[in-house]
């Protein structure tokens, strides 16, 4: 059974008087997961404009890829 089946099956034996609390920390988790998104693409947004680490990453792929000369 998977762990999303087992978390119904499981929510479906709670009484009804928990049920609206599970659902406020399932609402929580998304929140959460979804800061978390943001998070990384304003990480990754702000290491995109920064000139200098852009400047050294084309470097550093240049010399890693860069055909060896002599062959």
């Known amino acids: 059974m998977t762990e999303r089946a087992e978390l119904i099956k499981e929510i479906d034996r ?5 049920v609206a609390q599970v659902l406020g920390f399932a ?7 979804q800061e978390e998104r943001g998070d ?3 990480g990754y947004k702000a290491m995109a404009e920064d000139a200098e680490r852009e400047r050294e ?7 890693c890829f860069r055909p060896a000369s002599g062959r």
Do not use: F, I, T, V
């Not at 609402?27 to 997961?33: D, G, W």
């Open 27 to 33: 609402e929580c988790l998304r929140q959460k997961a």
């Open 57 to 63: 990453a084309r470097e550093w792929c240049g010399a």
């Open 40 to 42: 990384d693409h304003a």
């Open 14 to 18: 709670l009484p009804a008087r928990y």
